[in-house]
């Protein structure tokens, strides 16, 4: 079969199938086996819940991202760029018609590409922060290298791809190939930030608020 | 040295099989030359195929295009879609009833109905170019066909 019709079909398919049912079952797992405590004034902790998440949404809306300025810069606009980037990217849109016939706007190609290179650019700044800066060196194991290291080459193949450099069938197929890994591996690795952090600031937010009378943020 | 032959010299090497050398250039040469010759033949032919392309490129109707415009081989089509018949691309709403059907001496370029945004049941002219490309070359590829067209962006969009 060819080879990309394998990964653009089949692996596609596997890919979805694996996160839809791996992130409904971490979701699942959180609300199932999550115990909330009777609380005295429960507004007040659905209020500090919704404050932590707010603080943690706004950039430099909290005190660690206020402490290190480049770092939330540069992270901010990464995670900006990361979610929406595959799912209004032109290339990306007119693939979905031909799958599913569904369409919706799509991102100026100069911005898209803009933000691509901020990812890239990023990557790159985290993999040099967890080499050399102390605290973050500490606390990195391979696995979370190896995590923005597929980030870096999906987002990096898909930029080639668009610019046509280099042998572009090869860099195309890799480029789906490392996304559909990054699919699978989001429910089951460090990624699944993405599905827990509404669940998580809620939680730090109002147990905080709650027991300290503190703010998490 | 003694009772030992003395050692083959390279000038030597090369006196002996002389003949043999030539003889053997000649035939590489000649063998080089034919394959040239007809590699040069399938680059002209190629070539003389290529310009029958058109190219897609529709800046009246997309304004400034977002993608390179697509190089379109007509001529190898109609050869290959030669017992499918035309009616695989063209298509024109019948007079009576409004369905799509193949009008002979009728073969209109697809802008002539399908314009930038997408009319009731008519898609857009974007969307009409992938169905009829990329959805015919896929199916070929499915199909296990021996030969299909590029069904990649970068592929039909090719930039300079």
């Not at chain 1, 991202?65 to 480049?70: A, F, T, V």
């Not at chain 2, 040295?1 to 030597?12: C, I, K, L, Q």
């Not at chain 2, 399938?42 to 977002?66: I, M, S, Y």
Request: positive net charge.
């Amino acid at each position: 079969m060819d080879v990309y019709e394998l990964v653009r079909g089949p692996l596609a398919w596997v890919a979805l199938t694996l996160f839809a049912a791996g992130a409904l079952y971490r979701i699942l797992m959180v609300r199932l086996t999550g115990k909330s405590e009777p609380v005295l004034e429960p507004w007040k902790f659905r209020k500090d819940a919704v404050r932590s998440i707010l603080h943690g949404l706004i950039p430099f809306g909290s005190v660690s991202m206020r402490r290190r300025p480049l770092f939330t810069f540069v992270t901010f606009f990464f995670h900006l760029s990361v979610v929406l980037l595959p799912a209004f990217l032109l290339a990306h849109i007119v693939l979905w018609y031909e799958s599913w016939g569904i369409r919706w706007w799509s991102l100026p190609d100069l911005l898209a590409d803009t933000m691509t290179i901020w990812v890239i650019l990023a990557c790159a700044y985290f993999l040099i922060r967890r080499t050399f800066v102390l605290e973050v060196r500490q606390v990195t194991r391979p696995a979370d290298v190896v995590l923005i290291a597929i980030v870096l080459v999906t987002f990096l193949t898909g930029f080639l791809a668009y610019q046509q450099w280099g042998p572009y069938r090869p860099i195309l197929i890799i480029h789906i190939l490392s996304g559909e890994i990054l699919l699978v591996l989001l429910p089951f690795s460090k990624l699944s930030h993405m599905l827990s952090f509404f669940s998580l600031r809620a939680h730090l937010g109002g147990e905080y608020g709650k027991v300290l009378g503190a703010r998490d943020w | 040295m003694g009772r030992f032959s003395a050692p083959v010299t390279g000038e030597s090497r090369v006196a002996k099989r002389s003949i043999g050398e030539v003889m053997r250039s000649i035939a590489y040469a000649f063998v080089f030359t034919i394959g040239y010759l007809l590699y040069s033949l399938l680059g002209w032919a190629t070539l003389n195929a290529e310009e029958e392309q058109q190219t897609l490129f529709h800046d009246d109707v997309f304004g400034k295009p977002r993608r390179p415009g697509v190089l379109f081989p007509h001529e190898e089509h109609m050869e290959n879609l030669i017992d499918a018949g035309c009616g695989v691309c063209h298509h024109s709403p019948e007079s009576s009833t409004g369905r799509l059907v193949y009008l002979e001496d009728d073969e209109r370029s697809c802008k002539e109905c399908h314009g930038f945004q997408e009319q009731g049941k008519r898609p857009a002219l974007r969307e009409a170019y992938h169905g009829s490309c990329t959805v015919c070359h896929r199916r070929l590829i499915q199909s296990r066909s021996e030969s299909s067209g590029p069904i990649t962006c970068g592929e039909c969009h090719r930039k300079e």
